[in-house]
């Protein structure tokens, strides 16, 4: 069965970076596409970013945009989120979704805890 | 802000039927049919319950549906269970090949 798990996150203080891996498996990795969701500490779901199936094309929130950068690995089954200039309001669960058609999520990981404190 | 507008929480007693709207503009759920809903209990990642407005994912009761009339989409939930009370959100696909996600409703089950 599907099978996403995220890993990476941890305890980091402003303007640093860290980067989130999200494993793959139970499924053929290279004909779907991926989004990054985030939800902090009490609050709704947040978007974040998302790469297409080929890699062809990725879109990033304006909040992420030019700190954060999805990418992916197909020989490892692997995506990845890089994330620069860590900002106190970038804490939050971050969960890895596998598309299923123009932006539904049909598979989630566990989620991976991201936080920013000085 | 959220970008989708949904009411923060609804109640219903079980066996009951609910509506959650969520309204967005014409660059987002007026855009596409790429409107997805998920639920949410405490702790738990989304699980997807709706998605391309009307579609159900294998192993989702058909209890739960969407539909969308312009710039508004709605998720209806009939014959309320009590494992239903949990978090709801909308999504949609946007004309910039963006994702926006409404705020979250609460759903009790009294």
Redo the contacts between chains.
């Keep these: 069965q599907v099978h996403l798990v995220e890993s990476g996150g941890g305890v980091v203080q402003p303007g640093r970076s860290l980067r989130l891996s999200c494993a793959a498996s139970g499924f053929t990795f290279n004909t779907h596409g991926f989004h990054w969701v985030r939800q902090a500490p009490h609050k709704g779901l947040e978007w974040v970013a998302l790469i297409w199936h080929d890699g062809s094309k990725t879109n990033y929130a304006d909040s992420v945009k030019g700190r954060f950068t999805i990418s992916r690995d197909d020989s490892r089954n692997t995506l990845y989120l890089q994330m620069n200039s860590l900002r106190v309001e970038d804490t939050a669960v971050y969960y890895c979704g596998r598309d299923l058609s123009y932006g539904a999520g049909s598979d989630w990981g566990q989620g991976t805890l991201v936080t920013v404190s000085p | 802000q959220?970008a989708l507008i949904q009411p923060a929480s609804v109640s219903g007693s079980p066996g009951q039927s609910i509506t959650i709207s969520c309204t967005g503009t014409s660059s987002d759920v007026g855009y596409?049919n790429?409107v997805?809903w998920?639920q949410?209990h405490p702790d738990k990642?989304?699980?997807?319950i709706i998605?391309?407005v009307y579609?159900r994912?294998s192993g989702v009761s058909n209890r739960f549906s969407g539909s969308k009339s312009g710039n508004t989409a709605s998720l209806a939930i009939s014959g309320l269970q009590t494992e239903d009370e949990a978090?709801y959100?909308c999504?949609?696909?946007t004309s910039?090949?963006?994702?926006?996600?409404?705020?979250?409703t609460k759903l009790t089950v009294l």
Excluded: E, H, I, M
């Design positions: 959220p596409y790429y997805s998920y949410q990642a989304p699980k997807l998605y391309d579609n994912p978090d959100y999504s949609s696909f910039t090949t963006t994702l926006v996600f409404g705020g979250g």
